[in-house]
């Protein structure tokens, strides 16, 4: 294979696909940027204000955040597939009244009332026994402390039909009354049964640990100011019941709830994202402001003023359903990073209608805060509490290896073959 790789015949095969992406993809998003760039310049770009490097701030606030890790190849039993789960929640002070600035909560005194961290969890499904569906919901109803359906998949109806959804006995008066049957138990929340891969199923399970961890922190006596969480606040849709398709969708409803009752800022951050044109935005803030400037840019939807933007058109989840997404930048060594907020929180918190001069004063102070959040040398322009709570959850090369030695040595113990955790082909050294 190596010789084939290192030929010219390849080379010219990736470049001919590279050719084509550029002649069919690249020219359609240039002129849909075309259409964006000036909007972009004058109304959704600007620049992040620094604290001073050695601010003392009037009330120090606690930052707290969650990250998960695991694996869907954790161990094989002949056809069964057993998932790992690792979770971690961190909770930092920014502490600049008293000494030097993000001091880390005590892991004693957080796992008093958060639980052990980080937090590991199982799941196993069979590949060949359709049982996946079934399964499944038994693992996300033991993982996630909220036991009702009821209670919490009505917290989606209010955000999306109004405050006059109270509880679930509300949406007998709307169009929803004909599936209520369907959002009273986890299995039937499961409405995408049909394509439940095993990557599908653990990016579930993996995100419903990371909601349960954040609704113990919500529930908890903490306070925070602010919750980071990896990845973004997307709901995906059932095409036809026009509700989440997933558990997980009904559940980040609820946190955003608990959050905004609480006075808790819910922040989704992005490091991998789809955003389109990232990099020209990018550039272009480093046109207007500056090589070293920080920056942020507002991606409005199409209920926003003067709608959404052309380039993300017809990218279902941009922006995602009932979030607020922004592209920020704080320094110009990484490639610009995507925050979602809860746009009920954002309307009632950052907007003002009819005045754009406050709305941009409040995002400013927005991101001045998370640039602040974001100093550490190790993780530069990246939230120190996110940087951390990964790397207390991520399961390495070396921890997967001994976690697995340690799988083999149980079956061992039980008189069980341990060559039934490992793949059929490694008998043959492939």
């Known amino acids: 294979m190596l010789e084939k790789i290192l030929t010219d015949k390849f080379r010219k095969l990736l470049r001919t696909v590279l050719e084509d992406i550029q002649n069919q993809q690249d020219r359609r998003d240039e002129e849909e940027f075309a259409k964006d760039e000036e909007r972009i310049k004058k109304d959704l770009l600007d620049t992040v204000e620094s604290y001073p490097a050695d601010i003392v701030l009037d009330e120090d606030f606690l930052v707290a955040a969650v990250d998960g890790s695991g694996t869907e190849n954790f161990g094989m039993l002949d056809d069964i597939r057993i998932h790992l789960l690792s979770t971690a929640t961190v909770i930092l002070d920014t502490n600049t009244q008293k000494g030097s600035p993000f001091s880390i909560m005590e892991r004693a005194a957080m796992e008093a009332e958060l639980g052990e961290q980080p937090h590991l969890d199982m799941h196993w499904h069979s590949s060949v026994r359709h ?24 917290h989606f109806f209010r955000d999306e039909l109004g405050p006059q959804i109270k509880s679930f006995s509300d949406l007998d008066s709307t169009d929803f009354a004909r599936h209520k049957s369907k959002l009273e138990n986890m299995v039937s929340l499961i409405s995408r049964a049909g394509y439940l891969t095993n990557p599908v199923v653990h990016d579930e399970l993996r995100k419903v640990s990371e909601y349960a961890a954040i609704r113990k922190i919500l529930t908890s006596q903490f306070e925070p100011k602010y919750i980071l969480i990896d990845g973004a606040m997307s709901v995906f849709m059932h095409y036809v019941l026009k509700y989440p398709s997933m558990p997980g969708g009904f ?39 500056g090589a ?10 199409k209920n926003d003023s003067n709608g959404g933007l052309h380039i ?30 809860d746009r009920i929180w954002w309307l009632k918190n950052i907007f003002v209608r009819g005045d754009p001069v406050t709305t941009r004063a409040n995002e400013k102070q927005l991101f001045r805060d998370l640039e602040f959040m974001s100093r550490d ?27 697995r030695e340690v799988y083999r040595d149980i079956l061992r113990a039980s008189n069980q073959d341990p060559r039934r955790a490992v793949p059929l082909r490694e008998d043959y050294n492939l």
């Open 131 to 154: 049982d996946a569906k079934n399964k499944m919901a038994e693992s996300l109803a033991n993982i996630y402390p909220n036991k009702d359906p009821t209670d919490f998949v009505m």
């Open 251 to 289: 559940m980040l409803r609820e946190l955003c709830s608990l959050a905004r009752n609480k006075g808790v800022i819910l922040c989704a951050v992005s490091k991998n994202h789809t955003i389109p044109f990232a990099h020209r935005i990018a550039n272009m803030a480093a046109d207007m402001f």
């Open 312 to 341: 993300y058109t017809d990218r279902t989840y941009i922006p995602p359903r009932l979030a607020v997404p922004y592209l920020f930048s704080f320094s110009r060594d990484n490639r610009p990073s995507r925050i979602d907020f």
């Open 377 to 403: 040398a190790r993780w530069y322009g990246y939230p120190v509490a996110l940087a951390l709570a990964h790397e207390a959850c991520k399961l390495s090369y070396e921890d997967l290896g001994l976690a």
């Open 292 to 301: 070293e400037a920080k920056w942020f840019c507002l991606l409005p939807s």
